[in-house]
């Protein structure tokens, strides 16, 4: 059974950088799935960051992408999200999830259980 | 970006009833399209994918239908452990949207 789990700090400050790591458990983050950031402002929807390949392809969701770094780290079966010159706006619970992505089959299948991260001086 | 909107954003059912909730893309995603169940203060959990298969352990009360633009999920029997909020999302390119969400409340 697969399990990921984010990890990093709760409280950001503004126009600092939000880092988080999201260690991946029950199967290799090297396979055929792309590895997601997903964030959700208090009472709001989700809204896609972005994704990482084991290979180290990335897409980004463009209204972030200048601001956004997805990777992986193959050795300790973990990817991370940095994001950049964050506001109040960027409060959010942050999810890391799998995407599965082939045999025409695309969807976020596993997820973390989410990490509030909260921008404030 | 392919816009997904929702409706209702909420409604009021009782334990039984038939619920039906629709989700409208702003162009053709043939049948890539994802549905996704979230309680209060847990991640979501996918019911639907390619518009209509079940992932598995999912009931089979839910159902989803549609292709193209328009899009529905079926609840055919609504029971306690549904109250929930749900989001479609499109898997057809990036950047991958979802809905706004349809809070499913107890009447």
């Known amino acids: 059974q697969v399990q990921l789990q984010e990890s990093g700090p709760g409280l950001v400050k503004p126009s600092g950088t939000l880092s988080l790591t999201c260690a991946v458990s029950g199967g290799s983050i090297s396979y055929i799935y792309w590895w997601s950031w997903v964030r959700q402002p208090p009472g709001k929807g989700l809204e896609w960051i972005g994704d990482?390949?084991?290979?180290?392809?990335?897409n980004y969701n463009p209204s972030l992408k200048s601001r956004v770094t997805i990777s992986v780290d193959k050795s300790n079966n973990q990817f991370s999200l940095k994001l950049d010159s964050v506001t109040a706006a960027d409060t959010a619970v942050y999810y890391c999830a799998r995407w599965q992505d082939g045999y025409n089959l695309y969807y976020f299948d596993y997820w973390g259980q989410g990490t509030l991260v909260t921008v404030s001086s | 970006d392919i816009q997904m909107t929702q409706s209702p954003s909420s409604l009021s059912a009782s334990v039984g009833d038939r619920v039906t909730i629709t989700c409208r893309a702003s162009q053709s995603i043939t049948s890539y399209l994802n549905w996704y169940q979230q309680k209060p203060g847990k991640a979501p959990k996918l019911l639907i994918y390619v518009a209509s298969r079940l992932q598995s352990g999912v009931p089979s009360r839910f159902s989803g239908s549609g292709s193209g633009t328009d899009f529905t999920l079926t609840i055919s029997s609504l029971q306690p452990e549904d109250f929930a909020t749900y989001y479609c999302q499109q898997s057809d390119s990036t950047p991958r949207t979802f809905g706004q969400g349809t809070k499913v409340e107890i009447k």
């Open positions: 990482v390949y084991h290979t180290g392809s990335t």
